[in-house]
């Protein structure tokens, strides 16, 4: 069983600024790692995910996370956000085996001017 | 590409009634559809996955008599919520997988459910 833990429930930011989302998961077999973002009353679009290779991962909208084995970590960076980017966003795991996703509870991220 | 479409987007009814809900992949053809519910502020849990031609499989906890799945094409399934009540109220959102090895799933945009 995986489990996938977002440390954060609410990450208020200024307009521009950086932005780090933590997520951290735990597995006793390979997953896969994900990051979607939810926008009010709408669904959940795919920002960016890790399968395999280089740890480094480039999304849409400028986000990019970095899969670390050793801390069991996928954190969702951005280097300058908009207020666009206000939204929801969960990472999730799956089990290449089963295929279910896994999310975590979700962070807030709110733009401000 | 991979665009997911469901119907309603919302819908409002009497504790009582039953309600359809569809999902659509509408530019590929999903082996796999997932039926998630959200409430507010909280995150997605999974209710079941179902596979075009089978029975789906649903979570523990999930009354497999209350919401029906049927997954009868390649290109659509529906969940219906059976002699809904209140605290069947929910954000109901659906996803699919063009194949089943492929990881990614993606996402329709929700049917809001306000049981009366």
């Known amino acids: 069983a995986q489990s996938v833990t977002q440390l954060d429930s609410q990450v208020p930011v200024f307009e521009e600024a950086p932005v780090e989302l933590r997520c951290n998961y735990s597995s006793s077999v390979s997953v896969y790692l994900f990051w979607y973002v939810q926008y009010p009353n709408q669904g959940l679009q795919l920002l960016l995910k890790y399968l395999s290779g280089s740890t480094l991962v480039k999304g849409i909208n400028g986000f990019e996370a970095e899969f670390n084995k050793s801390q069991t970590s996928f954190h969702l960076r951005k280097p300058s956000v908009h207020i666009s980017d206000t939204a929801e966003y969960f990472c999730a795991v799956s089990d290449p085996s089963w295929g279910k996703l896994q999310f975590g509870a979700g962070t807030q991220v709110v733009v401000t001017p | 590409g991979a665009v997911v479409s469901q119907h309603p987007s919302w819908v409002i009814c009497k504790s009582g009634t039953s309600v359809k809900i569809e999902c659509r992949s509408l530019?590929?053809?999903?082996?796999?559809m997932f039926w998630y519910r959200q409430f507010p502020k909280q995150s997605l849990m999974l209710m079941a996955t179902s596979n075009e031609g089978s029975k789906a499989t649903y979570e523990q906890g999930v009354e497999k008599d209350k919401f029906l799945i049927n997954h009868a094409s390649l290109t659509l399934s529906t969940l219906t919520v059976t002699s809904a009540h209140p605290e069947d109220s929910s954000f109901y959102i659906c996803?699919?997988?063009?194949?089943?090895?492929?990881?990614?799933?993606?996402f329709g945009p929700g049917t809001r459910l306000l049981v009366l």
């Open positions: 530019d590929f053809q999903a082996t796999t």
């Open positions: 996803s699919a997988k063009r194949d089943r090895g492929e990881e990614t799933q993606y």
